[in-house]
Protein backbone atom coordinates (compact mmCIF):
# COMPACT_ATOMS: atom_id res chain seq x y z
CA UNK A 1 0.00 0.00 0.00
CA UNK A 2 3.03 2.39 0.42
CA UNK A 3 2.88 3.53 -3.32
CA UNK A 4 -0.72 3.69 -3.41
CA UNK A 5 -1.73 6.60 -5.41
CA UNK A 6 -5.19 5.86 -6.06
CA UNK A 7 -7.89 5.47 -3.40
CA UNK A 8 -11.34 4.19 -3.65
CA UNK A 9 -13.34 5.36 -0.27
CA UNK A 10 -13.10 1.73 0.68
CA UNK A 11 -9.01 1.35 0.44
CA UNK A 12 -8.84 5.28 1.91
CA UNK A 13 -10.45 4.38 5.28
CA UNK A 14 -9.19 0.91 5.39
CA UNK A 15 -5.28 2.61 5.71
CA UNK A 16 -6.17 6.14 6.61
CA UNK A 17 -6.31 6.98 10.37
CA UNK A 18 -9.33 6.25 12.59
CA UNK A 19 -9.85 9.52 14.84
CA UNK A 20 -9.57 8.83 18.28
CA UNK A 21 -12.30 10.82 19.08
CA UNK A 22 -14.51 9.65 16.37
CA UNK A 23 -16.88 7.34 18.36
CA UNK A 24 -17.23 10.24 20.93
CA UNK A 25 -18.31 12.58 18.01
CA UNK A 26 -20.53 10.20 16.03
CA UNK A 27 -22.55 9.10 19.60
CA UNK A 28 -23.28 12.28 20.30
CA UNK A 29 -24.38 13.05 16.66
CA UNK A 30 -26.93 10.01 17.49
CA UNK A 31 -28.20 11.26 20.32
CA UNK A 32 -29.00 14.56 18.91
CA UNK A 33 -30.09 13.14 15.99
CA UNK A 34 -32.78 11.17 18.12
CA UNK A 35 -33.85 13.95 19.90
CA UNK A 36 -34.47 16.31 16.50
CA UNK A 37 -36.45 13.12 15.35
CA UNK A 38 -38.63 13.01 18.55
CA UNK A 39 -39.76 16.56 17.82
CA UNK A 40 -40.50 16.25 14.16
CA UNK A 41 -37.34 17.99 13.11
CA UNK A 42 -35.88 18.20 9.84
CA UNK A 43 -32.12 18.14 10.10
CA UNK A 44 -29.41 19.62 7.75
CA UNK A 45 -25.75 18.41 8.17
CA UNK A 46 -24.43 21.83 6.69
CA UNK A 47 -19.81 21.16 6.05
CA UNK A 48 -17.92 24.89 6.53
CA UNK A 49 -14.77 25.71 5.94
CA UNK A 50 -11.47 24.56 4.48
CA UNK A 51 -9.95 20.95 5.26
CA UNK A 52 -5.86 21.26 6.09
CA UNK A 53 -3.85 18.28 4.71
CA UNK A 54 -0.97 17.77 7.47
CA UNK A 55 2.88 17.32 6.34
CA UNK A 56 4.20 15.73 9.99
CA UNK A 57 2.45 13.73 11.75
CA UNK A 58 3.84 16.31 14.99
CA UNK A 59 2.03 18.99 12.61
CA UNK A 60 3.80 21.60 12.38
CA UNK A 61 3.22 22.91 9.23
CA UNK A 62 0.10 21.86 6.68
CA UNK A 63 -1.52 23.01 3.19
CA UNK A 64 -4.86 25.23 3.19
CA UNK A 65 -6.82 26.68 1.60
CA UNK A 66 -8.64 30.07 1.01
CA UNK A 67 -12.04 29.10 2.74
CA UNK A 68 -13.15 31.05 5.99
CA UNK A 69 -16.25 29.29 6.65
CA UNK A 70 -18.45 32.12 5.48
CA UNK A 71 -20.72 30.15 3.01
CA UNK A 72 -21.06 27.53 5.64
CA UNK A 73 -21.58 29.74 8.95
CA UNK A 74 -24.19 32.24 7.46
CA UNK A 75 -26.05 29.32 5.67
CA UNK A 76 -26.35 27.65 9.00
CA UNK A 77 -28.52 30.81 10.31
CA UNK A 78 -30.87 30.85 7.76
CA UNK A 79 -31.76 26.96 7.95
CA UNK A 80 -32.03 27.51 11.47
CA UNK A 81 -34.42 30.23 10.79
CA UNK A 82 -36.53 28.03 8.53
CA UNK A 83 -36.79 25.95 11.72
CA UNK A 84 -34.03 23.01 10.73
CA UNK A 85 -31.61 21.65 12.82
CA UNK A 86 -28.54 21.92 12.07
CA UNK A 87 -25.03 19.66 12.32
CA UNK A 88 -22.38 22.28 11.58
CA UNK A 89 -19.54 19.99 10.40
CA UNK A 90 -16.49 22.79 10.49
CA UNK A 91 -13.10 23.76 10.09
CA UNK A 92 -12.14 24.55 13.74
CA UNK A 93 -11.60 28.36 14.45
CA UNK A 94 -13.57 29.25 11.41
CA UNK A 95 -16.36 30.75 10.88
CA UNK A 96 -19.60 29.91 13.33
CA UNK A 97 -23.23 30.51 12.72
CA UNK A 98 -23.88 34.37 14.97
CA UNK A 99 -20.58 34.73 16.86
CA UNK A 100 -19.44 34.93 12.86
CA UNK A 101 -21.05 38.63 12.86
CA UNK A 102 -18.42 40.18 15.52
CA UNK A 103 -14.98 37.70 14.39
CA UNK A 104 -11.85 38.15 13.99
CA UNK A 105 -10.28 41.55 12.42
CA UNK A 106 -13.74 42.89 10.35
CA UNK A 107 -15.53 43.70 13.30
CA UNK A 108 -13.79 42.56 16.31
CA UNK A 109 -15.92 42.21 19.65
CA UNK A 110 -14.15 43.80 22.10
CA UNK A 111 -15.14 47.43 19.88
CA UNK A 112 -18.73 46.47 20.66
CA UNK A 113 -18.28 47.21 24.45
CA UNK A 114 -17.35 50.36 26.66
CA UNK A 115 -16.02 50.21 30.28
CA UNK A 116 -17.87 53.03 33.26
CA UNK A 117 -15.20 55.37 33.97
CA UNK A 118 -16.91 55.16 37.90
CA UNK A 119 -17.76 51.84 38.57
CA UNK A 120 -15.74 49.96 35.92
CA UNK A 121 -19.37 48.23 34.76
CA UNK A 122 -19.01 47.10 31.26
CA UNK A 123 -21.68 47.29 28.75
CA UNK A 124 -22.37 47.96 24.98
CA UNK A 125 -21.93 50.95 23.32
CA UNK A 126 -25.45 51.70 22.72
CA UNK A 127 -24.75 52.81 19.20
CA UNK A 128 -24.49 48.67 18.18
CA UNK A 129 -27.48 47.63 20.22
CA UNK A 130 -29.71 47.50 17.13
CA UNK A 131 -27.11 45.47 15.45
CA UNK A 132 -26.38 43.61 17.92
CA UNK A 133 -29.60 42.61 19.54
CA UNK A 134 -31.39 40.75 17.17
CA UNK A 135 -28.31 38.89 16.63
CA UNK A 136 -27.67 37.77 20.50
CA UNK A 137 -31.61 37.20 20.45
CA UNK A 138 -31.12 34.19 18.06
CA UNK A 139 -27.71 32.98 19.44
CA UNK A 140 -29.72 32.52 23.06
CA UNK A 141 -32.73 30.95 21.54
CA UNK A 142 -30.89 28.43 19.25
CA UNK A 143 -28.82 27.51 22.34
CA UNK A 144 -31.76 26.92 24.64
CA UNK A 145 -33.34 24.81 21.84
CA UNK A 146 -30.31 22.60 21.48
CA UNK A 147 -30.43 22.74 17.45
CA UNK A 148 -27.67 23.69 16.35
CA UNK A 149 -24.69 21.18 16.91
CA UNK A 150 -21.27 21.69 16.34
CA UNK A 151 -18.82 19.10 15.03
CA UNK A 152 -15.18 20.39 14.54
CA UNK A 153 -12.40 18.98 12.13
CA UNK A 154 -9.27 20.18 11.20
CA UNK A 155 -7.96 17.81 8.78
CA UNK A 156 -8.72 16.14 5.55
CA UNK A 157 -9.02 13.19 7.28
CA UNK A 158 -10.58 13.59 10.26
CA UNK A 159 -13.09 15.59 7.97
CA UNK A 160 -13.48 12.62 6.05
CA UNK A 161 -14.03 10.16 8.46
CA UNK A 162 -16.53 12.33 10.43
CA UNK A 163 -18.49 12.99 7.31
CA UNK A 164 -18.79 9.21 6.88
CA UNK A 165 -19.84 8.80 10.64
CA UNK A 166 -22.61 11.91 10.32
CA UNK A 167 -24.13 10.66 7.24
CA UNK A 168 -24.30 7.20 7.88
CA UNK A 169 -26.39 8.25 11.58
CA UNK A 170 -28.41 10.71 9.82
CA UNK A 171 -29.12 7.79 6.96
CA UNK A 172 -29.09 4.80 8.73
CA UNK A 173 -32.34 2.64 9.92
CA UNK A 174 -32.95 5.27 12.87
CA UNK A 175 -31.79 7.80 11.18
CA UNK A 176 -33.96 10.86 9.64
CA UNK A 177 -34.63 9.39 5.91
CA UNK A 178 -35.98 12.40 3.47
CA UNK A 179 -35.91 14.85 6.10
CA UNK A 180 -32.52 14.78 5.98
CA UNK A 181 -30.58 17.32 3.97
CA UNK A 182 -26.85 17.43 2.83
CA UNK A 183 -25.43 20.82 2.03
CA UNK A 184 -21.50 20.08 1.62
CA UNK A 185 -20.12 23.86 1.07
CA UNK A 186 -16.85 22.92 3.12
CA UNK A 187 -13.98 23.45 0.51
CA UNK A 188 -12.03 19.81 0.71
CA UNK A 189 -8.94 19.32 -0.14
CA UNK A 190 -8.10 16.79 -3.56
CA UNK A 191 -4.98 15.84 -2.22
CA UNK A 192 -3.20 14.50 0.61
CA UNK A 193 -0.28 12.28 2.16
CA UNK A 194 -1.00 9.24 2.98
CA UNK A 195 0.53 8.09 6.95
CA UNK A 196 2.69 5.99 5.41
CA UNK A 197 5.10 8.55 3.71
CA UNK A 198 4.02 11.70 6.51
CA UNK A 199 7.38 12.06 8.45
CA UNK A 200 6.76 11.73 12.16
CA UNK A 201 8.56 14.61 13.56
CA UNK A 202 8.94 18.37 12.11
CA UNK A 203 10.63 17.96 8.33
CA UNK A 204 14.20 19.30 9.06
CA UNK A 205 15.77 21.52 6.79
CA UNK A 206 19.27 21.98 7.90
CA UNK A 207 20.55 24.71 6.16
CA UNK A 208 20.31 22.69 2.83
CA UNK A 209 21.94 19.82 3.78
CA UNK A 210 19.83 16.53 3.38
CA UNK A 211 18.31 16.12 6.88
CA UNK A 212 15.27 14.49 5.69
CA UNK A 213 14.51 12.10 2.88
CA UNK A 214 11.73 14.94 1.43
CA UNK A 215 14.29 17.31 1.48
CA UNK A 216 17.53 17.37 -1.12
CA UNK A 217 19.48 20.15 -1.57
CA UNK A 218 17.64 22.25 0.28
CA UNK A 219 14.52 21.88 -1.96
CA UNK A 220 11.44 20.14 -0.77
CA UNK A 221 9.76 17.48 -2.39
CA UNK A 222 6.32 16.39 -1.78
CA UNK A 223 4.24 13.72 -3.75
CA UNK A 224 0.48 13.63 -2.94
CA UNK A 225 -1.78 11.15 -3.64
CA UNK A 226 -5.68 12.04 -4.84
CA UNK A 227 -8.50 12.31 -1.78
CA UNK A 228 -11.19 9.93 -3.12
CA UNK A 229 -14.45 11.72 -4.42
CA UNK A 230 -16.71 10.88 -1.16
CA UNK A 231 -19.77 12.26 -3.08
CA UNK A 232 -19.79 8.62 -4.33
CA UNK A 233 -20.73 6.63 -0.99
CA UNK A 234 -22.56 9.34 0.61
CA UNK A 235 -24.90 8.77 -2.60
CA UNK A 236 -25.18 4.75 -2.70
CA UNK A 237 -24.29 3.95 0.63
CA UNK A 238 -24.41 6.35 3.59
CA UNK A 239 -27.72 8.18 2.95
CA UNK A 240 -30.23 6.90 0.49
CA UNK A 241 -32.50 9.30 1.12
CA UNK A 242 -30.88 12.39 1.88
CA UNK A 243 -31.69 15.48 -0.22
CA UNK A 244 -27.78 16.05 -1.14
CA UNK A 245 -26.36 19.48 -2.52
CA UNK A 246 -22.82 19.80 -3.72
CA UNK A 247 -20.97 22.42 -4.23
CA UNK A 248 -18.73 23.34 -7.41
CA UNK A 249 -15.94 25.68 -6.97
CA UNK A 250 -14.49 26.85 -9.99
CA UNK A 251 -11.92 29.98 -10.93
CA UNK A 252 -12.87 29.81 -14.67
CA UNK A 253 -15.86 31.29 -15.17
CA UNK A 254 -16.93 28.84 -18.07
CA UNK A 255 -16.04 25.70 -16.57
CA UNK A 256 -18.89 26.45 -13.94
CA UNK A 257 -21.62 24.72 -15.98
CA UNK A 258 -20.35 21.78 -17.58
CA UNK A 259 -17.98 20.28 -14.30
CA UNK A 260 -21.67 21.10 -12.19
CA UNK A 261 -23.37 18.47 -14.40
CA UNK A 262 -20.70 16.63 -14.57
CA UNK A 263 -20.55 16.21 -10.95
CA UNK A 264 -24.22 15.11 -11.26
CA UNK A 265 -24.21 12.79 -13.68
CA UNK A 266 -21.11 11.26 -11.68
CA UNK A 267 -23.00 11.08 -8.75
CA UNK A 268 -26.47 11.16 -9.30
CA UNK A 269 -27.56 13.52 -6.04
CA UNK A 270 -30.18 15.86 -6.16
CA UNK A 271 -28.38 19.53 -6.45
CA UNK A 272 -24.95 20.73 -7.33
CA UNK A 273 -24.73 24.55 -7.10
CA UNK A 274 -21.65 26.28 -8.93
CA UNK A 275 -20.18 29.06 -7.90
CA UNK A 276 -17.39 31.26 -9.20
CA UNK A 277 -14.55 32.54 -6.39
CA UNK A 278 -14.91 36.22 -7.46
CA UNK A 279 -18.29 36.19 -7.49
CA UNK A 280 -19.79 33.68 -5.34
CA UNK A 281 -21.42 36.63 -2.86
CA UNK A 282 -23.04 37.97 -5.59
CA UNK A 283 -25.02 34.76 -7.52
CA UNK A 284 -24.75 31.40 -7.74
CA UNK A 285 -26.21 28.37 -10.17
CA UNK A 286 -28.47 25.60 -9.65
CA UNK A 287 -27.73 22.68 -11.01
CA UNK A 288 -30.71 19.90 -11.49
CA UNK A 289 -31.41 16.71 -13.22
CA UNK A 290 -34.52 17.28 -15.47
CA UNK A 291 -36.44 15.22 -17.74
CA UNK A 292 -36.57 17.31 -20.39
CA UNK A 293 -33.69 19.66 -19.70
CA UNK A 294 -30.51 20.78 -21.29
CA UNK A 295 -28.62 17.63 -22.58
CA UNK A 296 -24.91 18.05 -20.94
CA UNK A 297 -21.35 17.26 -22.30
CA UNK A 298 -22.36 13.33 -20.71
CA UNK A 299 -25.67 13.29 -22.25
CA UNK A 300 -27.94 13.96 -19.11
CA UNK A 301 -30.39 16.47 -19.08
CA UNK A 302 -30.44 19.68 -16.55
CA UNK A 303 -31.82 22.15 -15.55
CA UNK A 304 -29.89 25.50 -14.82
CA UNK A 305 -31.21 28.44 -12.43
CA UNK A 306 -29.36 31.25 -11.48
CA UNK A 307 -29.70 32.43 -7.93
CA UNK A 308 -28.77 36.39 -7.51
CA UNK A 309 -28.16 38.94 -4.73
CA UNK A 310 -31.53 40.47 -4.37
CA UNK A 311 -32.24 44.09 -3.82
CA UNK A 312 -32.50 44.80 -0.30
CA UNK A 313 -31.21 41.48 0.51
CA UNK A 314 -27.60 41.68 2.44
CA UNK A 315 -26.79 38.18 1.94
CA UNK A 316 -26.64 35.68 -1.03
CA UNK A 317 -27.25 32.93 1.22
CA UNK A 318 -30.91 33.87 2.33
CA UNK A 319 -32.22 33.13 -1.04
CA UNK A 320 -30.02 30.19 -1.54
CA UNK A 321 -31.62 28.51 1.73
CA UNK A 322 -35.21 29.94 0.81
CA UNK A 323 -34.43 28.24 -2.33
CA UNK A 324 -33.38 24.65 -0.91
CA UNK A 325 -36.45 24.69 1.92
CA UNK A 326 -38.79 24.66 -0.85
CA UNK A 327 -36.86 21.54 -3.07
CA UNK A 328 -36.82 19.81 -0.18
CA UNK A 329 -40.52 20.10 1.04
CA UNK A 330 -41.21 18.60 -2.53
CA UNK A 331 -38.61 15.98 -1.93
CA UNK A 332 -40.09 14.80 1.61
CA UNK A 333 -43.28 14.81 -0.23
CA UNK A 334 -41.62 12.06 -2.36
CA UNK A 335 -41.89 14.00 -5.71
CA UNK A 336 -40.10 15.04 -8.67
CA UNK A 337 -37.88 18.12 -7.90
O1 LIG B 1 -16.05 29.56 3.00
P1 LIG B 1 -16.24 30.67 1.98
O2 LIG B 1 -15.07 31.60 1.95
O3 LIG B 1 -17.55 31.35 2.15
O4 LIG B 1 -16.26 29.94 0.54
C1 LIG B 1 -17.33 29.12 0.19
C2 LIG B 1 -16.92 28.07 -0.85
C3 LIG B 1 -16.50 28.76 -2.10
C4 LIG B 1 -15.77 27.21 -0.28
C5 LIG B 1 -18.17 27.14 -1.08
O5 LIG B 1 -19.21 27.91 -1.63
C6 LIG B 1 -17.83 26.00 -2.03
O6 LIG B 1 -17.87 26.12 -3.24
N1 LIG B 1 -17.49 24.81 -1.46
C7 LIG B 1 -17.05 23.63 -2.22
C8 LIG B 1 -15.62 23.82 -2.67
C9 LIG B 1 -15.09 22.58 -3.30
O7 LIG B 1 -14.55 21.73 -2.64
O8 LIG B 1 -15.29 22.47 -4.58
P2 LIG B 1 -14.72 21.28 -5.47
O9 LIG B 1 -15.08 21.68 -6.83
O10 LIG B 1 -13.27 21.04 -5.15
O11 LIG B 1 -15.53 20.02 -4.99
C10 LIG B 1 -16.85 19.80 -5.42
C11 LIG B 1 -17.61 18.91 -4.44
O12 LIG B 1 -16.98 17.65 -4.33
C12 LIG B 1 -17.74 19.53 -3.05
O13 LIG B 1 -19.10 19.58 -2.67
C13 LIG B 1 -17.02 18.56 -2.13
O14 LIG B 1 -17.74 18.30 -0.93
C14 LIG B 1 -16.94 17.28 -2.98
N2 LIG B 1 -15.70 16.58 -2.74
C15 LIG B 1 -14.52 17.25 -2.78
C16 LIG B 1 -13.35 16.56 -2.55
C17 LIG B 1 -13.44 15.18 -2.26
N3 LIG B 1 -12.36 14.47 -2.02
N4 LIG B 1 -14.62 14.54 -2.26
C18 LIG B 1 -15.75 15.23 -2.51
O15 LIG B 1 -16.83 14.63 -2.53
Known amino acids: MADQTTYTTDSYF ?42 EKNMVRFLDNFSAGTRG ?17 H ?16 HPFLDLLQIDPVTSAISVDPSSTSDLLPIL ?67 QSGNGVATDSSVENGRLTLSMDQVPKILRPLVEEWTKEGYIVSFKLE ?17 GHQLVIGNDLHRRKLEVVFVEPLAGGVAGEEGGKFKESWVR ?10 EIVEELVKRHTTWIDGGKV
Open 91 to 106: RQHSLLPFTRHYSHST
Open 137 to 203: KRHLEVKEEGTLLSVPFVTVNEYLWLLKGVSEVMGGPNGIGRKGMFYLAAAVSDFFLPGTRMSEHKI
Open 73 to 89: ATSAEYFLAHSYAVIFL
Open 309 to 318: LGEGKKEIEE
Open 251 to 267: TDPSLLLPKSRAALSRY
Open 14 to 55: ETQERPASLDAEVSKVRDWVTTMKSRGKRIVLVTSGGTSVPL
